[in-house]
């Protein structure tokens, strides 16, 4: 593990302070503390005839058994799901309560795989997340159904349906704001879990007076599951992810916050304190002492904003090795997933004058003597990358970047020549082997002595060579569906830039695309398409995806609108980029394979 002294930790805390006023963390921030307070207030809205009812349905559906999958039958193994599809009832359910619920299109979308006396469960008809999606639709329109015949008042019936609704839906916003991975995890932990247990959990981390009572939840008698066992019924929750579910609502625990858990964060902890951390307790007590010495977060904030932005900054450091580029980095990924955004951005990050870069984009047009040396006409001229190794030799304390875009769109071997094995063995005036002759050094030293000094990066005895200087950064961006040659690939470290779809729905939503999650949906099925079964196709960016806000109608994005946009921007990207190897036939099959996918 890299160093983490208290020295270490101040830098970059230091450094994070300066990170986090970018619109990503600052987003991120807003909604994970927005979304504490709206569960937060939520689960204190359940009075006590609610509460009451929820504890009946537990014990009536638990057998005596912690781990019984009972509970299925609420959700995707009801064998009636047409019910709550029926035309009236389904029209008007929605419109009333699931109006701002995360899934509706998702749910509405399902609608005609239920008509009326057909007698199916969901898990008959869907499967993956849209199995999931509607499980949870039905699972929650039968708790309210059993609830209904609680109580005999109607207003408390809609009371009641309206909070359900608003717990699951603040819980998925929540979980997927701190991580969108996490969005497995709260089907896992929604679907196979009491509503009575569950929130009766998330309490237990926002209100609690101390933790250990967390930890309970891993003895036998622990009620949290999380995914199946393999004797069919649910499994316990494991101590990794109980710690970081606690975690997360614990943010908003006025008297005793903590961070969010994670093992790296734990191990930073315990390597800065040197203490151990194996138990909940722990952990918040290290938490503690970290958010009070190194105030990881802006002067202006108050309550759980802090200690967001306190776990927000482990995010950062997990994240910065990958951030913090090497001396020849490439950024590689699909198409508009902003590698040439992250290249521009170290010029302004950096503060860094005109003479201090170059900034490059690859055509097939560019030769040796465009990068390294050669005659034009009668003018022996320096190219770009040997000027600039030329003037960063001369500076030793300064910075200096080459940055190349487009990478893959003509041949580094050739156009950096003897120069690329120098990539991984910088200038060394005690090391021969950090110096090498080019293919023009023999015409160079023929110059005259002045000349001959001017356009050699190191003259030695006479002799001219090439020498790429220790403070130049070589950073290079790369289409994913594009190579370089492995000579010069392992001279550089490779950065995967992936689709950000957290971004995309963002950006959807702030130009007020009411259905911007449904959207986001089809292009993750898209791309998973083409991962699992369509690779020549090359995966979509979040950048190029953004291009969806043009086709929107009356504030929605309509299957009008993404048939549009993938004719007349998908299409000609996957014709440009598929390889020479598939036939016109096996192409357009692919593709339309492909605009099969791309639906709501």
Not at 373 to 378: L, S
Request: glycine fraction near 6%; hydrophobic fraction near 40%.
């Amino acid at each position: 593990m890299q160093d983490f002294s208290k020295e270490k930790i101040e830098s970059l805390v230091a450094s994070w302070k300066n990170h986090n006023k970018n619109q990503f963390w600052l987003k991120k921030q807003t909604a994970i503390s927005k979304y504490l307070g709206e569960i937060k207030r939520c689960l204190a809205s359940f009075d006590e005839t609610e509460n009451e009812f929820l504890q009946t349905l537990y014990i009536n559906l638990s057998d005596g058994n912690l781990r019984s999958c009972k509970i299925l039958s609420l959700g995707e193994k009801f064998a009636h799901a047409e019910y709550f599809f029926m035309d009236q009832f389904f029209d008007s359910n929605i419109s009333a309560f699931y109006y701002d619920f995360a899934f509706k299109d998702r749910i509405v979308g399902k609608k005609e795989l239920f008509p009326k006396n057909a007698v199916k469960s969901v898990d008959s008809v869907l499967s993956g997340e849209d199995k999931n999606i509607v499980s949870l639709y039905v699972f929650i329109e039968n708790i309210v159904k059993n609830f209904n015949s609680y109580s005999q008042e109607r207003t408390a019936r809609d009371i009641f349906k309206q909070k359900l609704v608003n717990f699951y839906d603040e819980l998925y916003r929540l979980l997927t704001a701190v991580d969108s991975a996490l969005a497995i995890d709260f089907f896992d932990v929604a679907l196979h879990n009491q509503p009575f247990v569950l929130m009766e959990f998330l309490k237990s981390a926002i209100n609690a007076d101390n933790f250990y009572l967390i930890d309970s939840y891993l003895s036998d008698d622990g009620m949290l599951n999380l995914g199946l066992a393999e004797d069919g019924d649910f499994a316990q929750i494991s101590r990794e992810k109980l710690y970081l579910l606690a975690s997360i609502f614990a943010q908003c625990n006025d008297e005793f916050p903590t961070l969010v858990y994670r093992d790296e964060t734990a191990q930073i902890l315990s390597l800065l304190y040197d203490e151990k951390v194996e138990i909940f307790e722990e952990f918040y007590e290290v938490s503690s002492r970290f958010i009070a010495e190194f105030t990881p977060y802006p002067q202006d904030v108050v309550g759980a904003a802090r200690i967001v932005y306190s776990s927000l900054f482990f995010e950062y450091v997990k994240n910065y090795k990958s951030e913090e580029v090497a001396k020849n980095t490439i950024f590689y990924g699909a198409i508009g997933t902003d590698k040439t955004r992250r290249l521009r951005s170290l010029i302004t990050e950096k503060k860094l004058a005109a003479k201090n870069f170059r900034y490059v984009c690859l055509h097939e047009g560019f030769e040796y003597r465009d990068f390294i040396d050669g005659f034009y006409g009668e003018s022996f001229i320096d190219g770009e990358f040997k000027a600039l190794c030329k003037e960063a030799l001369n500076d030793p304390k300064g910075e200096y970047y080459f940055l190349i875009d487009n990478a893959g769109a003509a041949s580094l071997d050739k156009i950096l020549g003897e120069a690329a094995v120098l990539l991984d063995r910088r200038y060394d005036e005690n090391d021969e082997l950090s110096l090498i002759r080019t293919k023009n050094s023999h015409v160079i030293d023929g110059f005259e002595e002045g000349e001959k000094a001017r356009v050699s990066v190191v003259l030695k005895d006479g002799r001219s060579y090439f020498a790429v200087p220790k403070n130049l950064y070589v950073l290079c961006t790369l289409n994913e569906h594009k190579c370089v040659s492995p000579s010069i690939a392992k001279a550089f470290r490779w950065i995967r830039c992936e689709c950000d779809y957290g971004a995309l729905e963002d950006y959807l939503r702030d130009r007020e695309i009411v259905n911007a999650s449904a959207v986001v949906a089809v292009c993750k099925a898209l791309n998973k398409f083409i991962a699992d079964e369509a690779k020549g196709l090359g995966t979509i960016g979040h950048g190029i995806f953004m291009g969806l806000a043009r086709y929107q109608n009356n504030a929605q994005i309509m299957q009008e609108g993404l048939n549009g946009f993938f004719a007349e921007v998908l299409e000609p990207i996957f014709r440009c980029a598929a390889s020479g190897e598939d036939t016109a036939t096996s192409l357009g099959e692919r593709i339309a394979e492909a605009k099969d996918v791309f639906k709501f």
